[in-house]
Each structure stands twice: as structure tokens, then as C-alpha cells.
Nanobody, 122 residues
Framework: QAQLEETGGRPVQVGDSLSLTCTSS????????IAWFRQAPGKEREFVAS????????YYADFVKDRFTISKNGAENSVTLQMNSLRTDDTAVYYC???????????????WGLGTQVTVSS
């Protein structure tokens, strides 16, 4: 069974950029939608962005449009979330998940990584 791993989270300042990576071990992303979600303390997990591995169609939550970019690296079997103009309310644990279809509902996903912490301070 495939396992996902998120990397790249760290403390940053407001306005900084950060790149997160999602990799899969024991399986490929072929045929899946790979999504990034985030969960802030005391809040529910929320959709951030998604990409279809073959179609490369991308989807974004309104609050990250024009700031975040999701992309795939086929050679490395990974998905990157490039985050620019970070704000304090972007602070959260970021998770990646995979699904055979597009969904913004975290309950639809059954494969997650352990998450990576992004902390944005002013």
C-alpha cells in the first residue's frame, strides 16, 4: 500500500515563500488526483489545492488563488505546492492525499501523509 510523505514545512516570516513536496512510496500517483489540505489548531482540515496526475488540471481554494501553485514532477513521482506571499493565517499542518477522483472533501480521502508544519510569523 502506498504511503505519502509531506516535506518542506518550517517557520517563515510574513511575505516569504515556501515549497512543500508530497512523495509516494510503494506506489505511483498515476491515475490519481493529488490534493493538499491544511489543518490549523482547533480547525477542521480544509482543501488547499489539487492536481490531476494525467490531466494536470489544477484546482485551488479561493483563499490561495494567485499565491499558491500546485505542480507535479513525473520523474520524481512527487507533487509540489509552491506558496508565495505567506500570511499568518496560512499557519497550519499541511497534508497531501490522493484519490481516484477530484474532491475537496477530506473525508473522501483514505491515504494521507503525516503532515508538515508551516508556521508564518509577523
Amino acid at each position: 500500500q502506498a504511503q505519502l510523505e509531506e516535506t518542506g514545512g518550517r517557520p517563515v516570516q510574513v511575505g516569504d515563500s515556501l515549497s512543500l513536496t508530497c512523495t509516494s512510496s510503494g506506489g505511483t500517483f498515476g491515475g490519481y488526483f493529488i490534493a493538499w489540505f491544511r489543518q490549523a489548531p482547533g480547525k477542521e482540515r480544509e482543501f488547499v489545492a489539487s492536481i490531476g496526475w494525467y490531466s494536470e488540471y489544477t484546482y485551488y481554494a479561493d483563499f490561495v488563488k494567485d499565491r499558491f501553485t500546485i505542480s507535479k514532477n513525473g520523474a520524481e513521482n512527487s507533487v509540489t505546492l509552491q506558496m508565495n506571499s505567506l500570511r499568518t493565517d496560512d499557519t497550519a499542518v499541511y497534508y497531501c492525499g490522493r484519490l481516484r477522483y477530484y474532491s475537496e472533501n477530506p473525508s473522501s480521502y483514505d491515504t494521507w501523509g503525516l503532515g508538515t508544519q508551516v508556521t508564518v510569523s509577523s
